[in-house]
């Protein structure tokens, strides 16, 4: 897929300020400082299109960006920001689980988990929640170019290992490395694959 357009549309604080319409949209979503941000600037190959921070937890919004015009990655709010208060914590936990539910405009979610750790339950648990909600997803592997790639493979394996615990048929997955650009062409053909099949 070729990325000719790639504009920032619009932040929002709940799911009705979202953009109408009924394109398309690939949002994407993981713990605090996964790297969310960062991979969006890569695969549309704009340094500054999604704000990075040093600072864990910055997203708070839904944040839209238009692609081709023709559909739009959705930048959700990190979850799992252990500093964040108790009743904030609670006001994303809403604002994601209502995009997640309700926005019928979403037609794949990929869930970000940095390669380097090991299964987190936070992760498996998020997993386990978009199985039983029959949400389409995938998983995305970031930072893989901290790593060498026989510790990706083996980190890799663990994960789905641990997923075929519950899992009779596992969720795609994608290894990426925003440093390096692993893994975008990858990306970009699948969103391009389910944008072929919904347009039949």
Same mark, same amino acid.
């Given at each position: 897929m070729?990325?000719? @357009? ?9 799911? %009705? ?9 690939? !949002?994407?979503?993981?713990? &605090? +400082? $996964?790297?969310?941000s @960062? /991979?969006i600037?890569?695969?549309?190959? =704009?340094?500054?299109l !999604?704000? %990075?921070s ?5 997203? !708070?919004?839904?944040?839209h960006?238009?692609i +081709? ?14 500093? =964040? ?9 809403? /604002?994601?689980? @209502?995009y997640? *539910? /309700?926005?019928?405009?979403?037609? +794949? ?6 390669? =380097?750790?090991?299964p987190?339950?936070?992760?498996l648990?998020? #997993?386990d929640?978009?199985? $039983? ?6 998983? $995305?592997? %970031? ?6 790639r026989?510790? $990706? =493979?083996?980190? %890799?394996? &663990?994960?789905m290992? !641990? *997923? &075929?615990?519950?899992?009779e ?6 290894i990426? @490395? ?9 990306? *970009?053909?699948? #969103?391009?694959?389910? +944008?072929?099949?919904?347009a039949?």
């Amino acid at each position: 897929m070729l990325i000719q @357009s790639a504009d920032f549309t619009k932040s929002s604080e709940k799911i %009705t300020q979202c953009p109408p319409g009924d394109k398309p949209e690939y !949002a994407f979503i993981g713990r &605090s +400082n $996964v790297g969310k941000s @960062s /991979l969006i600037n890569m695969l549309c190959q =704009r340094k500054k299109l !999604a704000m %990075t921070s040093a600072t864990p937890g910055k997203t !708070a919004l839904i944040n839209h960006f238009i692609i +081709n015009k023709e559909w739009y990655m959705v930048d959700l709010p990190g979850y799992g920001y252990a500093k =964040r208060s108790k009743t904030m914590q609670q006001k994303f936990e809403e /604002l994601i689980r @209502s995009y997640i *539910l /309700l926005r019928p405009q979403m037609a +794949n979610l990929f869930l970000l988990i940095d390669i =380097r750790h090991s299964p987190q339950a936070i992760d498996l648990e998020f #997993i386990d929640w978009l199985g $039983v909600s029959r949400i389409p997803f995938a998983i $995305v592997f %970031t930072k893989a170019d901290k790593l060498s790639r026989e510790q $990706v =493979r083996a980190n %890799t394996e &663990s994960y789905m290992q !641990a *997923l &075929s615990e519950k899992w009779e048929e596992l969720p795609p997955y994608f290894i990426t @490395s925003a440093e390096k650009g692993t893994g975008r062409e990858e990306l *970009l053909s699948y #969103i391009e694959q389910i +944008n072929k099949s919904m347009a039949k």
